[in-house]
């Protein structure tokens, strides 16, 4: 049920198993087509997290459990990188805006690796509140992603599969949001969001913008640490006992005043005044578009160090 709306009409979910299919079944193409091995450690890692997503769907995992199977999401790109020397599925390096020198980091990276996708994935899955607001996420924030790879391969450090890879997982998304937009007519699921989240994440590793891609989601971070500082624990949205937010009776949402209820970003969004889902749901967008912006300054600062 679409709970913000009306007579709470039924929508189908999930998405998932579409946006899934999309994504690997085309970079499993391109693959085919280049032989590079980025390429296959992008769909593989998009299958096992949206694999992982579809369980949840079915069968709702526990708090501790999901981001706990969700670490073996990255192994994929891990084995290939280390079992394939031939061809490197990503860059060890760290380039970070002002220093002209990377930090070189190999075992740490492995380490960074695991963690940070399961990470990525349950940030963009917390950011699945409102109709088009996580495919919004990533489509915004894909933008000064995509910009700070175009300027990698100016630069000689990137191979043109990485490029070509970021166009179907952006394609896929697009996709999904023209039925996902406000008023939704289907819901990604938790594996519809959770394959977003990795693909963002691991396209962000194998283009070496990672950076770029952490600043340009934000806003979805933010809402996930808000609401892990205020419940103090891994759990499930579903099993909260008290709502951020309440729904009034024509149909706009106010903060809680239950002082047992999680503090998200949509919560702060109605702290004070009382507004529909589709006006929460621009701003968390309107703030995506800020970060995005900053996001993009951070890959022409980054750019320009590492050239000058």
């Known amino acids: 049920m679409d709970y913000h709306k009306e007579g709470k009409p039924p929508i189908p ?52 459990v999901k981001p706990a199977l969700l670490l073996i999401g990255g192994l994929p790109l891990v084995i290939l990188q280390y079992f394939l020397p031939q061809d490197m599925v990503y860059n060890h ?27 990525v994935t349950n940030t963009i899955n917390t950011i699945d509140v409102l109709n088009g607001v996580v495919t919004g996420t990533i489509l915004i924030a ?11 391969y100016l630069e000689g450090k990137e191979s043109p599969a990485a490029i070509a890879a970021f166009f179907p ?26 394959a977003m989240g990795a693909a963002y994440g691991t396209m962000a590793i194998i283009a070496g913008v990672e950076v770029v891609a952490v600043i340009a989601i934000l806003p979805a971070i ?6 892990l500082s205020s419940v103090k624990r891994l759990v499930e949205h579903r099993d909260l006992k008290s709502q951020p937010v309440t729904v ?3 149909n706009k949402m106010i903060a809680t005043s239950d002082s ?12 004070t005044q009382a ?17 995005s912006f900053l996001a993009g300054i951070t890959a022409i600062l980054t750019w320009v160090v590492t050239i000058a």
Do not use: Q, W
């Open 248 to 250: 009034l009776s024509d």
């Open 169 to 194: 997982f952006v394609a896929a998304t697009l996709a999904f949001y023209y039925f996902h937009m406000y008023p939704s007519k289907i819901f990604p699921g938790d594996s519809g969001a959770m």
């Open 93 to 119: 390096h760290l380039y970070l805006p002002l220093f002209d020198t990377p930090a070189n980091i190999p075992l740490i990276y492995i380490l960074l690796i695991i963690v940070a996708i399961p990470v």
């Open 13 to 64: 979910r999930p998405g998932g198993p579409a946006i899934i299919a999309a994504i690997v079944i085309s970079e499993l193409f391109l693959f085919a087509f280049t032989g590079s091995y980025a390429v296959l450690g992008l769909a593989l890692v998009t299958l096992l997290s949206g694999v992982i997503g579809i369980v949840d769907d079915l069968k709702t995992l526990g708090g501790i």
């Open 275 to 291: 507004k529909s889902e589709k006006e929460i749901g621009r701003d968390i967008l309107k703030l995506c578009a800020y970060s």
């Open 142 to 152: 894909s933008v000064p992603m995509g910009f700070a790879i175009l300027l990698r």
């Open 260 to 271: 047992r209820a999680p503090v998200t970003l949509m919560r702060l969004l109605v702290g």
């Open 222 to 227: 933010m809402n996930s640490f808000f609401f």
